[in-house]
Every structure is written in C-alpha cells, then in structure tokens.
C-alpha cells in the first residue's frame, strides 16, 4: 500500500543536488491540515519548485557551463521542467477528479533527471 502525498512532502531529483518540498494546488485534506497532492501537481515553480544545483549535461545552461569549464562538470541553478503529470498515481482515489499522489509516484524532468517523493508530508493515510 501507498501513502497519499500532501503538501509538504520532501523530493529529490537523480541530477538535483538538494531536496525540494512539493506545493499541492487541491483544496482536500486527508487526515491532515496540509492539501492533499494529485498526479497534475507537476507545475514546475508553483508545484516543483528547484532541487540547488542541477548536474544535467541535458540542461543547456550546464552544457554550456561545462563547455566552458573545458568538460569539468560545472552544476547550474536548477529549473525543473516537469510537462507530463506524475505517474503513475493512485488508480482508486481521486481528489479534485484528478488520481491521487501516492510516495510511490515518480516524475520526469525534460532534462533526464526522474523525481521521487522522500517523505510524502504524512503518514498515517494509505490508499491503494
């Protein structure tokens, strides 16, 4: 079993250097003060917001950096770009019409990096 996400939950990226703490945009509470999160809270900025630095050699402003730096790896300030929603979600609950956000979803960056949920902001709710 999954736990549903909330506001709050901490995230990690494979190519961020920090961890970030997602912004859930839903106006339902499960068991806590904290908005629950759905597979469309993938906004990057508003939902997402950066992870520090970013180790993409798929992000141009590292590439560039990196070129610059005659091919040492140089990390940029990360911008997440997140278009598709979370996958893969819970296939029973739904807040907002929209599947729920379980700590088992992943989210993709355009830049290569794949983003999980550390600590889903509660733990006393699961769902299927």
């Known amino acids: 079993m999954a736990v549903c996400v909330c506001t709050g939950a901490n995230m990690m990226c494979t190519f ?13 509470k499960v068991l806590t003060k904290m ?3 759905t597979i469309q809270d993938h906004a990057a900025m508003s939902n997402i917001p950066p992870f520090g630095m970013c ?4 992000n ?3 590439a560039s950096a990196t070129a610059a730096a005659l091919g040492v790896l140089t990390p940029m300030p990360c911008a997440p770009v997140t278009p ?15 599947p729920a956000l379980n700590n088992t979803s992943q989210l993709s960056c355009a ?7 550390v600590k889903p902001g509660q733990d006393t709710v699961l769902i299927p």
């Open 16 to 28: 961020g250097m920090a961890p970030s703490t997602l912004i859930a945009t839903s106006s339902t």
């Open 35 to 37: 908005p629950a999160a």
């Open 55 to 58: 180790t993409s050699m798929s």
């Open 60 to 62: 141009p402003s590292v």
């Open 84 to 98: 598709a929603p979370w996958a893969p979600g819970s296939p029973a609950v739904r807040f907002s019409g929209y």
């Open 111 to 117: 830049y290569g990096g794949v983003i999980n949920i």
